[in-house]
């Protein structure tokens, strides 16, 4: 039987009130003036950098020749 005291929390009900909140959401737009940030892109360049990894093979060798 106690079951039926469940009822009670209908009372919170009332809270949904707080969905107005909902409105906040078009403050999202807001991170669009991040676009600008796309000039970053030019780094891109900096791409073929990796490359240096595979040579630091050559690299050795060529340290190696200069000792020589």
Same mark, same amino acid.
């Given at each position: 039987p106690v079951g039926p005291v469940t009822p009670t929390p209908g009372p919170l009900g009332p809270v949904a009130p707080v969905a107005p909140l909902s409105p906040v959401g078009p403050v999202t737009p807001t991170p669009v003036p991040l676009g600008p940030v796309d000039p970053v892109a030019p780094l891109g360049p900096v791409?073929?950098?990796?490359?240096?990894?595979?040579?630091? @093979?050559? @690299?050795r060798a060529l340290a190696k020749m200069l000792r020589i």
């Open positions: 791409g073929p950098a990796i490359p240096m990894e595979t040579a630091d @093979v050559p @690299v």
